[in-house]
């Protein structure tokens, strides 16, 4: 069972900056991977950003390219999701989950065993 821990949401006004983490003590974490979902209320949640298992391959919806960024540090167990230049669009619960199943980029929820809690985005304009 892989624990997944989200943090570094907050509210902030748009055009600002967040970086949210995705955190496990699992100490099979790299050999997973890495997906950013997002559910805004009264919405179907949806895929925003991947990664591989080593970080060499990413994968963004149209969405958040060119704004959001996903990176990993295997060696702390993290992801991170830095999300810039924001809009009230963004506005969401976001949620990492992780797969032992496949070696590149997923976006299919149904691609991800595992879920975290999830961190509340509000960007107010």
């Known amino acids: 069972q892989v624990q997944l821990v989200e943090s570094g949401g907050g509210s902030v006004q748009a055009g600002e900056s967040l970086r949210l983490s995705c955190a496990t003590s699992?100490?099979?974490?790299?050999?997973?991977?890495i997906g950013w979902f997002r559910q805004a209320p009264g919405k179907e949640r949806e895929f925003v950003a991947a990664?591989?298992?080593?970080?060499?391959?990413?994968d963004s919806a149209d969405s958040v390219k060119g704004r959001f960024t996903i990176s990993r540090d295997n060696t702390k167990n993290t992801v991170y999701l830095q999300m810039n230049s924001l809009t009230p669009e963004d506005t969401a619960v976001y949620f990492c989950?992780?797969?032992?199943?496949?070696?590149?980029?997923?976006?299919?929820?149904?691609?991800?065993?595992?879920w975290g809690q999830g961190t509340q985005v509000t960007v107010s304009s």
């Open positions: 989950a992780a797969t032992p199943d496949y070696y590149g980029p997923r976006r299919r929820a149904n691609d991800f065993t595992y």
């Open positions: 699992e100490r099979t974490f790299s050999s997973h991977v």
């Open positions: 990664i591989s298992r080593s970080g060499g391959r990413t």
